[in-house]
């Protein structure tokens, strides 16, 4: 079973300036991919950005990247230049490389940008 | 183009009783998957449906049932409703896999039918 795990439960950053959310997982596969999701008041969950795991490249979406390290299978994610629109809680995903969206999230991190 | 809708936005039950919840995928999309998502948590997923069929399913008893039509639209139905169903139950539509490639599949979601069981 595959398992994703997000240990900072809320984080705070200034408006302007760079947060790091973390997130590890667990899984035997060796093909799969990795999904931030954004999530604000309004409910509706926004893909951020998607890392597939034979890349070694890590992705980048303007002003979101990740640090992808599949041996340490960690998955972690750069905010730069942080808006208060960032506001919202995150949630780290993983999904298997197969024909099918079984999605397994993790518990989120809700990141507050202060002005 | 619209996204995905999902109806009703809020519902409220008591414990016994049944629902249905609806889920219009994102037009051109064929599959539609449920989530779960309990207060404070990330979502856990039911289960997908593609070609009027259940593909997967997740850790959920037989209360959760599902269907999809011909048009791709969804239904999640709940029965014998309990206190700890009450939870955020969002839809997920994409195109299955095999219609393109697979690294080109993101899952789009609607905003969720927020179900609160008294």
């Known amino acids: 079973a595959q398992t994703v795990t997000q240990s900072q439960p809320e984080m705070s950053v200034q408006e302007a300036e760079t947060v790091t959310l973390s997130c590890t997982y667990d899984?035997?596969?060796?093909?799969?991919?990795l999904f931030w999701y954004k999530q604000p008041p309004s409910r509706q969950m926004i893909l951020v950005i998607r890392?597939?795991?034979?890349?070694?490249q890590n992705a980048t979406e303007n002003r979101f990247s990740v640090n992808f390290q599949k041996a340490a299978k960690s998955f972690s994610l750069k905010i730069s230049d942080s808006q208060l629109g960032d506001t919202a809680m995150y949630f780290c995903?993983?999904?298997?490389?197969?024909?099918?969206?079984?999605?397994?999230f993790g518990a989120g991190t809700r990141l507050t940008v202060k002005p | 183009d619209a996204g995905v809708t999902q109806s009703p936005t809020h519902l409220i039950k008591t414990r016994g009783q049944q629902v249905t919840l609806r889920c219009s995928p994102k037009?051109?999309?064929?599959?539609v998957s449920w989530y779960q998502q309990a207060l404070g948590q990330g979502p856990q997923f039911i289960f997908q449906?593609?070609?009027?069929?259940?593909?997967q399913r997740g850790n959920f008893p037989d209360r959760f049932s599902g269907h999809q039509f011909p048009n791709y639209s969804s239904e999640l139905n709940v029965n014998a409703l309990l206190l700890g169903d009450s939870a955020l139950y969002l839809c997920?539509?994409?195109?299955?896999?095999?219609?393109?490639?697979?690294?080109?599949?993101?899952?789009?979601f609607g905003d969720g039918t927020r179900l609160s069981i008294l």
């Open positions: 997920a539509s994409s195109l299955m896999a095999h219609r393109l490639p697979y690294s080109n599949q993101p899952q789009h």
């Open positions: 899984t035997s596969e060796n093909n799969y991919y």
């Open positions: 890392q597939e795991a034979y890349k070694q």
């Open positions: 995903a993983f999904m298997k490389h197969s024909n099918n969206n079984d999605m397994r």
């Open positions: 037009s051109g999309h064929d599959t």
């Open positions: 449906y593609y070609e009027e069929e259940e593909r």
